[in-house]
C-alpha cells in the first residue's frame, strides 16, 4: 500500500511484486494488478508522493 490505499493511480500500488533500488538511490517498483513499472527518486520521500511511470499504462 503507498499513499493510504492499494489502486491504479500514481501514488498506489496495486500488487507490488518486486523492487529495486540503483545506483542513485531511485526505487523501481514493478506493479503486477495495474501492469506497470514506477519509479520514486529519491528525494520524494512521504506518503503520497505520486511516481513516475516508466513503463505500462496509467489506465490499467
Known amino acids: 500500500m503507498v499513499g493510504g490505499s492499494t489502486g491504479g493511480g500514481d501514488h498506489q500500488l496495486g ?3 518486486s523492487v529495486l533500488v540503483d545506483k542513485f538511490g531511485n526505487v523501481y517498483v514493478t506493479d ?3 501492469h506497470r513499472v514506477m ?3 529519491p528525494w520524494s520521500q512521504g506518503v503520497g508522493k505520486p511516481g513516475t511511470l516508466i513503463v505500462g499504462d ?3
Open 32 to 34: 503486477s494488478a495495474n
Open 39 to 41: 519509479c520514486w527518486p
Open 58 to 60: 496509467h489506465d490499467s
Open 15 to 17: 500488487v507490488p511484486t
